[in-house]
C-alpha cells in the first residue's frame, strides 16, 4: 500500500527539542519531493518547506527558515522534520506530504501523512 | 509574496451545487490544486491542474481557472461533502507554495 506513515503525537515544554518522522512505503522513496505542512489549531493550512530525500536538497519557507530543520534517510524512507527549542506557538499538526512535481520544485500534495500533533506547555 | 483569497464559508443545500472561489493577482496563469479536509482528517487532493481528478474523486468535483479567479464546483451536493476546502499554487518568488485560508462548505 502506497502510503505515509507519521510519528506519533508528542507533549513537550517551551525550549525542548524535538524530532518527528514520516516513513514511506509502497512506492520509489527517493523519486519525489517531500513537503511539511503546518496547521494550527482551527486555522488552515501552512507550506514550511520541501526537501528531495534522495540528496536531502531543501528549500523553506521565509516563515519558516531558522525556526525548523528538515532532513530524510533514504535508507529507511524517512523524512524528519526538527526544533532545537519549542515555543508554545508551534503547538499545532504537522504533516508530511508526498509532491507530484514532475521533476520540478512546483506541483501539488497527492499523499498526505496522517499528521503529528504537537502541543507544547509549560 | 503571492496572495490567495478564498470566501470564509458556502452553505449549500443537499442536491444543490456548491461554487467556491479562489481569487489571485492573474492566477489563470498558474496551475492550482484544491484539497478536501474533512473534521480531524489529513487534507486530501480533490483536484490537480485546475481541473484534474485524481482517481476515486466524483466527477461532481470540477474546476476552472481564468483571469484573477479560480472555482472548485461541487455538484448534485452531499452531506459527505460537507469539510473545508484549499485551493493552492506555487509562485515564483517566496513562498514557492501558497494555500489560500480555506472555505467551509457546510451542507444545509
Known amino acids: 500500500e502506497v502510503q505515509l506513515v507519521q510519528s506519533g503525537a508528542e507533549v513537550k515544554k517551551p525550549g525542548e527539542s524535538l524530532r518527528i518522522s514520516c516513513t514511506g512505503s509502497?512506492?520509489?522513496?527517493?523519486?519525489?519531493?517531500f513537503a511539511w505542512v503546518r496547521q494550527k489549531p482551527g486555522k488552515g493550512l501552512e507550506w514550511m518547506g520541501i526537501i528531495w530525500p534522495g540528496d536531502s536538497e531543501t528549500k523553506y519557507s521565509p516563515s519558516f527558515q531558522g525556526q525548523v530543520t528538515m532532513s530524510a534517510d533514504r535508507s529507511i524512507r524517512t523524512a524528519y522534520l526538527q526544533w532545537t527549542s519549542l515555543k508554545a506557538s508551534d503547538s499545532a499538526i504537522y504533516y508530511c506530504v508526498r509532491l507530484q512535481t514532475g521533476g520540478t520544485m512546483k506541483g501539488y500534495g497527492d499523499l498526505w501523512g496522517q499528521g503529528t500533533l504537537i502541543t507544547v506547555s509549560p | 509574496s503571492y496572495v490567495l483569497t478564498q470566501p470564509p464559508s458556502v452553505s449549500v443545500a443537499p442536491g444543490q451545487t456548491a461554487t467556491i472561489t479562489c481569487g489571485g493577482n492573474n492566477i489563470g496563469d498558474k496551475n492550482v490544486h484544491w484539497y478536501q479536509q474533512k473534521p480531524g482528517q489529513a487534507p486530501v487532493l480533490v483536484l490537480s491542474y485546475n481541473d484534474n481528478r485524481p482517481s476515486g474523486i466524483p466527477d461532481r468535483f470540477s474546476g476552472s481557472n481564468s483571469g484573477n479567479t479560480a472555482t472548485l464546483t461541487i455538484s448534485r451536493v452531499e452531506a459527505g461533502d460537507e469539510a473545508d476546502y484549499y485551493c493552492q499554487v506555487c509562485d515564483s518568488g517566496d513562498p514557492l507554495y501558497v494555500f489560500a485560508s480555506g472555505t467551509k462548505v457546510t451542507v444545509l
Open positions: 509502497g512506492y520509489s522513496f527517493t523519486s519525489f519531493w
